[in-house]
């Protein structure tokens, strides 16, 4: 049994009522999940501004420990990805909520769209060195049309990606034929811009 430091209540020492603290030596909470979720409630927009900063504070540190975890487990990650889309991505409800909901996001951020792809077009220029040439435009146009021909072949959605991105803040790639791979949409969102220099390049492999 163990007594909530704030009701002064008995109850069972167990993750049931009380949430888990490894810097406690009993690994539990002082306070009860009843105290802790009252506190919570009642300095909500307090605790969430803390959140806010500290995560604003910790970005890159917690971008580079996340892409590392799921460099870590990407296979692991991919294959849980591929079931759920078996059992679940294909239904025509999903398919429907997916596409409203896709479709009032576009339509409330549309400056969000505008903006970000203003940025991107810039960053493509900026990264586009004076030798690119006939021989890299070719590339390019083979990888896209290679991307439209995985789609009909295989399925989903394929993209050209950069190796290297174009707007990475510790690394940023060229515009170039070296630079560049045919991977699936999602693969691509998940990479975003994101660089570990402890990991190296992220290059797709299936």
């Known amino acids: 049994m163990k007594t909530c430091s704030k009701c002064h209540v008995e109850k069972p020492a167990t993750s049931l ?31 969430n501004a803390k959140v806010r900063e500290l995560t604003q504070i910790n970005k890159d540190r917690y ?24 059992e679940n991505g294909q239904s025509e409800t999903h398919k429907a909520k997916k596409s409203a909901y896709s479709a009032q996001w576009r339509k409330e951020n549309r400056h ?10 810039s960053s493509k220029l900026q990264r586009t060195p004076a030798w690119f040439d006939a021989d890299h435009a070719w590339v390019l146009q083979e990888a896209a049309e290679l991307a439209i021909m995985r789609e009909k072949m295989v399925g989903g959605k394929w993209a050209i990606d950069h190796v290297y991105p174009l707007a990475g803040k510790l690394v940023s790639g060229l515009h170039t034929m070296d630079n560049i791979q045919v991977v699936p ?12 220099p402890k990991i190296g390049p992220v290059r797709f492999f299936g």
């Open 17 to 47: 009522f009380f949430s888990k603290d490894v810097s406690r030596k009993d690994g539990l909470h002082l306070h009860c999940k009843q105290c802790l979720g009252a506190y919570r409630a009642a300095h909500k927009d307090r605790i």
């Open 63 to 86: 971008a580079v420990k996340q892409s590392a975890w799921r460099e870590s487990r990407r296979v692991e990650l991919a294959e849980r990805t591929r079931k759920w889309n078996a």
């Open 112 to 121: 969000k769209n505008v903006a970000k792809a203003v940025k991107y077009r």
């Open 185 to 196: 949409t999602s693969f691509n969102i998940w990479k975003h811009n994101c660089f570990n």
